[in-house]
Nanobody, 125 residues
Framework: QVQLVESGGGLVQAGASLRLSCVTSGLVYSTYAVAWFRQAPGKARDFVASISPSGFIMHYADSVQGRFTISRDDAKDTVFLQMNSPQPEDTAVYYC??????????????????WGQGTQVIVAA
């Protein structure tokens, strides 16, 4: 059974840092690209960042480029999203998702096979 479990969300002041984790199980981790998406109330689910199965290719949304960093720890089957200088507009439920692929990354939600339940991030001004 495939599971993706996010953690690390919470309430943070604007400008502080936060690190989200996505622990995966039940899949061949090294063959999956993993991404973070987010959804604010009343809005569509938006792409945030993705990382290739090899870990060598990362892709970011323009809105988080230079502030957020995605990484993966292959020893722990875990993907992280380091959020530096978060702003109130980053407030959302953050989801991780996994897609089996040979290489590269995708920013399109429909291509992802598995999703976590999400973790809430609230950034206070």
């Amino acid at each position: 059974q495939v599971q993706l479990v996010e953690s690390g969300g919470g309430l943070v002041q604007a400008g502080a840092s936060l690190r989200l984790s996505c622990v995966t199980s039940g899949l061949v981790y090294s063959t999956y690209a993993v991404a973070w998406f987010r959804q604010a109330p009343g809005k569509a689910r938006d792409f945030v960042a993705s990382i290739s199965p090899s870990g060598f290719i990362m892709h970011y949304a323009d809105s988080v480029q230079g502030r957020f960093t995605i990484s993966r720890d292959d020893a722990k089957d875990t993907v992280f999203l380091q959020m530096n200088s978060p702003q109130p507009e980053d407030t959302a439920v953050y989801y991780c998702a996994a897609e089996q692929r040979c290489s590269g990354v995708s920013s399109t939600p429909i291509t992802y096979d598995y999703w976590g339940q999400g973790t809430q991030v609230i950034v206070a001004a």
